[in-house]
T-cell receptor, first 114, second 115 residues
Framework: AQSVTQLDSHVSVSEGTPVLLRCNYS??????LFWYVQHPNKGLQLLLK??????LVKGINGFEAEFKKSETSFHLTKPSAHMSDAAEYFC????????????FGAGTTVTVRA | EAGVTQFPSHSVIEKGQTVTLRCDPI?????LYWYRRVMGKEIKFLLH????????ESGMPNNRFLAERTGGTYSTLKVQPAELEDSGVYFC?????????????FGQGTRLTVV
């Protein structure tokens, strides 16, 4: 079985400062991991994904995430927050090659202060 | 290219009524998924179509929910009769054939409120 824990339900940062969204997972297999973002009144958009290649994954809009197997973590970071980064972020896991089901974390809402 | 489109964006119905949600996937995407987020909970898998066939409906909460995908194009999700606990946001996603880690593209969701 797989599960995802997002350690913060809400994160508030000032514009121009770093963003860190924490995610831990548990999985019976070698998982694939994703970060999705949902802006208000928009669909879920894929930010980045890890699929057993490089452990440091770069995504869109300056985001990146590092897969750490020993810590079962997949934290999302961005060096400098922008007002447009205000949204809800979801850490997602999908298990083996035949498992198409995505398991979502509870979500982290990011607020960016001017 | 058009993305995944869901109709309606919002629906408010009374308990006991019927509601039908529609999802138009990206053209050429054989895989279509339904997910749901009820208030304060995680987004949960409901079911998976490959073309017109249901591959997995293990996430469907009960027999008041019926999903169809006639012709392997758009899909509908009917709730009959609706209960208060069915309130939430229903997401549809689609992806291309083959590998499981092919990106799933999500629609904007339908917010269902049962009063």
């Amino acid at each position: 079985a797989q599960s995802v824990t997002q350690l913060d339900s809400h994160v508030s940062v000032s514009e121009g400062t770093p963003v860190l969204l924490r995610c831990n997972y548990s999985s019976s297999y070698s998982p694939s991991l994703f970060w999705y973002v949902q802006h208000p009144n928009k669909g879920l958009q894929l930010l980045l994904k890890y699929t057993s290649a490089a452990t440091l994954v770069k995504g869109i809009n300056g985001f990146e995430a590092e897969f750490k197997k020993s810590e079962t973590s997949f934290h999302l970071t961005k060096p400098s927050a922008h007002m447009s980064d205000a949204a809800e972020y979801f850490c997602v896991v999908s298990e083996s090659a035949n498992d198409y089901k995505l398991s979502f974390g509870a979500g982290t809402t990011v607020t960016v202060r001017a | 290219e058009a993305g995944v489109t869901q109709f309606p964006s919002h629906s408010v119905i009374e308990k006991g009524q019927t509601v039908t949600l529609r999802c138009d996937p990206i053209s050429g995407h054989d895989n279509l998924y339904w997910y749901r987020r009820v208030m304060g909970k995680e987004i949960k898998f409901l079911l998976h179509f490959v073309k017109e066939s249901k591959q997995d409906e293990s996430g469907m909460p009960n027999n008041r929910f019926l999903a169809e995908r006639t012709g392997g194009t758009y899909s509908t999700l009917k709730v009959q009769p609706a209960e208060l606990e069915d309130s939430g946001v229903y997401f549809c996603a689609s992806s291309q054939p083959h590998t499981w880690n092919t990106e799933a593209f999500f629609g904007q969701g339908t917010r269902l409120t049962v009063v």
